[in-house]
């Protein structure tokens, strides 16, 4: 069955879940919609760099394209920053009577821990429209709640479940969050968005509830623990320049804390350059997840991503989107309401094989 699909943005995350669609097999475009009005009129393979027309024109008519024939929408309009914009959107493109997959608001990937105000509008929305929404991504998402969980679930006894990201952000394209929302090339005594107290646990306390949760355990406590590194020399990067002494290595934890420690750990191992921090855990190749599931037995898995074009940033923003796109067929049948990685089957890459 072919699901036809409106992609929701073209930014990093948008342009090539675009990209993505056009190529998928069993997705068919329904409809694009642009933020920029230079944008307004390409034809959607364009944007995508794809040299084959689409027949598929970018609108901002928003009203225009939810009265589009189309049984999902891919929502990857930024935000971080915008939390509550986002949200209205997804509402009225849920009440439109359309599915979503989306990947803005990282703390809806488990709903039950999500922002009351935020669960209790989506969830009259996706009543409304007898819909679905799915949020998702890589991190917050499948490195670490999907993989995780799985090999909990081969585990005789488990004692503690830890996911790292240790990644060069260096050739991560996207400037504002860099250096505005996490703080990088800042001084080290300014707070950027991502370190006031209690956003770390927004944004990933989410991940840590839902594989308590898949643990069938209640959390005590999560708390949050950071360090920060400052560049020893100017880092000039493809995003942009990192003064020496200003931030540029950024290494968080966000913990759940069952039974008096910390047994469920989400940890950042961030640089903008691999000179930085030569004593913090070093990535597998340019860039890796790493799963550990300590237990009986113990579990080490790590995970290298790279792109088409050899960057593990590429790949990361594929991975991304793919996550969301090959769900659709579990989104539109599942019930109305939100849904999390708890709630969808086994999802594969059905057609997929080249």
């Given amino acids: 069955m072919t699901h036809r699909v409106i992609q929701w943005s073209t930014g990093n995350v948008g342009r090539l879940s675009l990209r993505s669609i056009l190529l998928h097999p069993d997705l068919e475009l329904a409809g694009l919609w642009v933020h920029s009005a230079d944008k307004v009129g390409l034809d959607a ?3 995508a760099g794809l040299p084959e027309a689409s027949g598929v024109l970018a609108t901002n008519d928003a009203d225009a394209l939810l009265a589009t024939e189309a049984d999902v929408v891919m929502y990857t309009a930024t935000g971080d920053l915008r939390p509550h914009e986002a949200v209205a959107d997804m ?3 849920l009440e439109a009577g359309k599915h979503v997959v989306s ?7 488990y709903p039950p821990a999500g922002d009351r105000g935020m669960v209790e509008r989506l969830t009259a929305a996706c009543e409304r429209g007898r ?9 917050p998402g499948w490195a670490n709640d999907l993989i995780p969980l799985a090999f909990t679930g081969l585990c005789e006894r488990v004692d503690a479940v830890r996911i790292v990201e240790n990644l060069d952000y260096s050739t991560y394209m996207q400037p504002e969050v860099l250096f505005g929302t996490m703080g990088f090339g800042q001084p080290l005594d300014h707070t950027p968005l991502l370190l006031f107290p209690g956003a ?3 944004a990933w306390g989410g991940v840590v509830h839902m594989i308590a949760a898949g643990l069938g355990v209640e959390l005590d406590d999560v708390r949050e623990v950071v360090e920060r590194r ?3 020399r100017d880092h000039h990067s493809a995003v942009g320049l990192v003064p020496a002494g200003s931030m540029a290595g950024l290494r968080f934890e966000v913990q759940g804390w069952v039974h008096g420690r910390p047994a469920i750990v989400v940890e950042h191992v961030t640089r903008m350059h691999p000179e930085v921090a030569p004593d913090w855990p070093q990535p597998k190749g340019g860039g890796s997840y790493r799963v550990q599931v300590d237990g009986s037995p113990s579990y080490a898995v790590e995970i290298e991503i790279t792109g088409e074009d050899g960057d593990h940033n590429t790949g990361g923003l594929v991975g991304t989107g793919m996550r969301l796109l090959n769900a659709i067929p579990a ?8 849904l999390s990685t708890l709630d969808l089957p086994l999802v594969t890459g059905r057609h997929l094989l080249s």
């Fill in 45 to 47: 393979a364009e944007l």
């Fill in 131 to 139: 819909t679905a929404c799915f949020t998702s991504g890589i991190d």
């Fill in 103 to 109: 990947t803005s608001v990282v703390s809806l990937l």
């Fill in 91 to 93: 509402c009225r493109i």
């Fill in 200 to 202: 770390l646990s927004f």
């Fill in 230 to 232: 400052a560049a020893e």
């Fill in 331 to 338: 989104v539109c049948a599942a019930p109305p309401g939100l």
